[in-house]
């Protein structure tokens, strides 16, 4: 596999959350900037997610989490990626997350968080700064 | 054209003319912005409208009518708010019912007149709290409530024949309000003195908030047996809210919320009356919740044209003869989506704008959303603010003074007419494909509002549309706020009340009920009566609603991008 491939990017929605309209513009925003993209849908466990992302050999997943629950779903989606050896595929997300709520997460393995008004732009500038294509085994 | 701007002596002033003349001479001296004069919706908007925009047959008795007389355009009320101002009706609910209780009586206290509860997201998905979907988000954005007990706590000490309640509810609804009836029961209320509303607005649920059980035909079972009782035995209860405000928040236009929200209620009426039921008997009990935006007179164009569309649906489309029938009423809230997290305070500005046009477009009773939603949910003081704009509206503003200010205004007219013509286009194209049950299966609304809400996000990202805070007038460290965080002691304090409730309970007897009310699902008996002794004998909202699975299958999601 050559580093040059198209970045697969995971798009989900875990936990009982239905607010799914940031996660598909995100999803939108990032075919069309060129990455491939595997939407989840709504209502999916962090155990489904990680079954996905290990499935579809994503370089990241990114989640989106507008129910409070984030400093449940982020830390159990970064802990089921190390059990089930896929530690290097990178996980950041947004959604409404409080500031004082960022480091724990960040310190937790979240690459970064994108909090409302971030422009479309502005994510797929970081990621393609901050993700690269994972060495495939 | 003379230098101090009258027209020359002897000429009628024209539209012509003052083209010609005045407008010209001002361009060519001064362009205007080089920006789109459109709505937040996209809807171009013109320099200036005349009476010349409302000919072609525009009528003043067709279009408008007087207050309170068909098609209601100018309000349902004959004096609108010189009567009775409209509901202030805050939207509440975290953490444990207590909690929730509390903020309640916080509310009735400071001067609000209904109450309308948030439950959680396990409630509203008909999951009980320890159910393992529901970790880390119990009491996070709403009450929750497992059991008969949750409710006899949140509306401890709250008089039910004395108090209106909204509880925003569609799944579990049925379970949820036979939870409300057993807690008047036991207040000894009877049920013809209860007033309120369930949203119980599935149809929506499917189309932008996501929020189901069922799939939609026996979803659309239990809500007309919630008419078929409520037409009977609780005749004062609102038993669908009709919603458009979630749509709009999916990221829907204006448009798209008012056609995709009526034509939510024409399936409703087409249910009922497939039912068996009189048209008269229920629609007088169906009430519409809208959400009110930034751009302010697409907001109340929108407003007025949901009435005059819906008095012509309901007594020509459905012969109903009661003007109770006819009329409109709806509840309406800010938009949560226009919220900033960037200078939380500007926040204040957009909600009252916002609040402004729900009373210009003629609301029934009205939710302010806090300043501080965009990241959380809201403190005592950020409510309280949101309440206290309303009060100002109501008692400062002087816009309650007359009936519907803006009638007649050519702007207004011209704008309510052109809603109403692409909202009644895009009903015809759903009533074609068969109506909005099949239009949701085959994901029509669903892909409108995300190709609408995606088209908005590139407009904002590329400057076309403003943002003030976000990329407009940005600052650096624009969020600090104090914000409310529920703990998660709430979480581990409602597993042990909810095992606490499982140990104390007549379990044989439960099994009993649910067994009856799955026998009822089947045999097409009206399940209000069986699940009300359910609920009486503390069965869970989960044990309920998944006694009916097994007859009424679940619904999955075909993901539309």
Redesign the interface.
């Known amino acids: 596999m050559t580093a040059d491939r198209k970045l697969r990017l995971l798009v989900g929605k875990v ?7 940031g996660a ?2 995100i ?3 990032f ?1 069309d900037a060129g990455f491939e ?1 595997i ?1 989840t ?3 999916q ?1 962090p155990e489904m997610v990680v079954a996905t992302a290990i499935q579809e050999d994503v370089d990241a997943v990114s989640l989106s989490i507008l ?3 984030h ?3 982020f830390p159990r989606v970064i802990e089921l990626l190390r059990e089930r050896g896929a530690p290097d595929i990178a996980v950041f997300g947004g959604g ?1 997350i ?2 004082e709520d960022v480091p724990g997460l960040k310190a937790a393995g979240v690459l970064e968080i994108f ?3 971030t ?3 502005d994510v797929i500038a970081w990621v393609r700064a901050h993700v690269a294509p994972r060495a495939l085994g | 054209m003379s230098a101090n701007g009258k027209p020359p002596a002897g000429r009628k002033p024209t539209r012509q003319a003052w083209e010609r003349e005045t407008l010209a001479e001002s361009l060519r001296k001064s362009p205007e912005r080089d920006v789109a004069f459109t709505t937040v919706s996209d809807l171009p908007i013109e320099r200036l409208y005349t009476s010349d925009d409302l000919a072609g047959g525009w009528s003043e008795g067709e279009k408008l009518g007087y207050p309170g007389e068909f098609p209601y355009t100018r309000g349902i009320h004959p004096t609108m708010y010189r009567g009775r101002l409209w509901t202030m009706r805050q939207f509440a609910g975290f953490g444990s019912a207590a909690d929730t209780n509390a903020r309640f009586r916080y509310l009735l206290e400071h001067g609000q007149t209904g109450l309308s509860t948030a439950f959680d997201l396990p409630t509203l998905m008909g999951r009980d709290s320890d159910d393992a979907l529901a970790r880390g988000e119990v009491g996070k954005e709403g009450v929750a409530v497992d059991t008969l007990e949750d409710m006899e706590i949140l509306f401890s000490g709250i008089p039910l024949d004395r108090v209106s309640t909204s509880m925003t509810i569609n799944a579990p609804a049925a379970v949820v309000f036979c939870m409300y009836l057993a807690v008047a029961e036991r207040q000894g209320v009877p049920f013809a003195k209860l007033s309120g509303t369930l949203q119980n607005d599935i149809l929506k649920e499917y189309i932008a908030q996501k929020e189901w059980i069922y799939p939609p035909r026996p979803s659309m079972r239990i809500i007309t047996d919630l008419m078929a009782f409520c037409a009977r035995e609780v005749p004062l209860w609102n038993t669908i809210s009709i919603s458009g405000y979630h749509i709009r928040e999916a990221g829907s236009t204006a448009v798209q919320e008012l056609a995709f929200t009526l034509a939510d209620g024409i399936a409703y009426v087409e249910a009922g009356r497939a039912a068996g039921l009189d048209v008269d008997a229920f629609a007088p009990r169906l009430s519409y919740f809208f959400n009110s935006h930034n751009d302010f007179f697409e907001e109340i164009a929108k407003l007025r044209a949901a009435r005059r569309i819906w008095a012509h649906v309901m007594r020509d489309r459905f012969g109903a003869k009661s003007p109770r029938s006819w009329m409109m009423r709806f509840h309406t809230q800010t938009a949560g989506c226009s919220l900033t997290a960037q200078q939380p305070l500007n926040n204040v500005a957009r909600v009252t704008i916002q609040a402004m046009a729900a009373v210009l477009g003629g609301t029934q009773s009205l939710h302010t959303d806090s300043f501080d939603e965009a990241l959380a949910l809201p403190t005592e003081q950020a409510v309280t603010v949101a309440l206290r704009t309303q009060q100002v509206i109501a008692e400062e503003s002087g816009v309650t003074n007359t009936v519907d200010p803006l009638g007649g205004s050519y702007f207004v007219e011209a704008l309510t007419d052109k809603i109403e013509r692409d909202a009644l286009a895009y009903i015809a194209r759903i009533d074609e494909m068969g109506g909005m049950i099949a239009a949701i299966e085959r994901g029509f609304p669903q892909k409108e509002i995300a190709d609408a809400s995606y088209h908005y996000q590139r407009q904002v990202d590329r400057g076309e549309k403003s943002i003030v805070g976000v990329n407009k007038h940005a600052v650096e460290n624009g969020r600090r706020l104090d914000i409310l965080k529920i703990d998660d002691e709430v979480e581990r304090a409602q597993l042990l009340r909810l095992a606490a409730v499982r140990t104390r309970r007549d379990g044989a007897k439960l099994a009993r009920d649910l067994a009856r009310l799955r026998r009822a699902a089947e045999s097409g008996e009206n399940l209000i009566p069986p699940m009300l002794d359910c609920v009486r004998d503390y069965g869970s909202v989960q044990e309920i609603s998944q006694a009916l699975v097994p007859v009424f299958g679940t619904y999955r999601e075909v993901s539309v991008l």
């Open positions: 936990g009982l959350d239905g607010h799914d309209r598909k513009i999803a939108r925003a075919r993209v939407y849908g709504l209502h466990t129910s409070g629950a400093n449940y779903l409404i409080p500031e909090t409302p008004g422009s479309t732009e």
